[in-house]
């Protein structure tokens, strides 16, 4: 079936561990975006790509890092993680970051960091 | 700064209407869009306006002025299974989407 696959669906996980939440789309989209979802908050952008080996700051970047080395892949890394990056990570995908389509997402990412 | 405004949680009755608003002010408009999200999954589309009026789709309706910066979504006919959170989110003049922090609709029966 088409779409985006995140893994881990779930994560427990120490403060200062390293940890990549993996995102997959085979949908051949050029734009990739990764979101955080805290409860009472919209969605806010992590980090996105607009295609293969470009990527950028979205509006919470800090602790926080991608790659883009393919269009499939689009992986998000936390180099130390701390408490405050407990959330839902939602990865998505649209065909052009200018397009007027949707955004599709995968099913999140829950982390909990203690 | 840019902002969405929606209310946090509204109730309604199955089979009634109700109507979720959305107010927005961003730094240019390309476009609203509507998201549905049911606990504990991801969002998905319902509708996208970028011209005034009303665009319709089965028991979803979604309205924009953009004089105002607002926007409607009219849901008809309720159902249990429309019980969900209901986001909307404003395409800025960098293409950036920014988004409401959602309406918790609940249905009684």
Redesign the interface.
């Known amino acids: 079936i088409a779409g985006i696959t995140q893994a881990p669906t779930s994560q427990i996980l120490a403060a200062g561990r390293r940890m990549t939440l993996r995102c997959t789309q085979d949908m051949r989209h050029n734009a990739m975006y990764w979101y955080r979802q805290d409860l009472g908050l919209g969605l806010r952008l992590i980090h996105y790509s607009n295609t293969a080996g470009t990527t950028g700051k979205g509006e919470v970047p800090d602790g926080y890092s991608v790659s883009r080395a393919n269009t499939d892949d689009f992986p998000l890394t936390l180099a130390s993680a701390v408490p405050s990056q407990t959330s839902v990570y939602f990865c998505a995908s649209s065909i052009t970051s200018g397009s007027t389509g949707e955004l599709f997402f995968g099913e999140g990412s829950r982390l909990t960091v203690l | 700064g840019q902002n969405?405004d929606q209310p946090?949680e509204m109730t309604a009755t199955e089979g009634a209407i109700v109507q979720i608003n959305c107010t927005y002010q961003t730094s240019g408009f390309?476009?609203l869009?509507w998201?549905q999200q049911h606990a504990g999954?991801?969002?998905?589309?319902l509708s996208?306006n970028?011209l005034d009026g009303l665009e319709e789709k089965g028991r979803f309706s979604s309205f924009l002025s953009r004089s105002k910066g607002y926007s409607y979504l009219l849901l008809k006919e309720l159902q249990m299974k429309d019980s969900a959170s209901y986001?909307c989110?404003v395409?800025d003049s960098n293409?950036?989407?920014?988004?409401?922090?959602?309406t918790k609709l609940i249905i009684k029966p």
């Open positions: 969405i946090t390309n476009g869009f998201y999954e991801a969002p998905t589309f996208y970028v986001l989110a395409r293409y950036q989407l920014i988004w409401g922090a959602g």
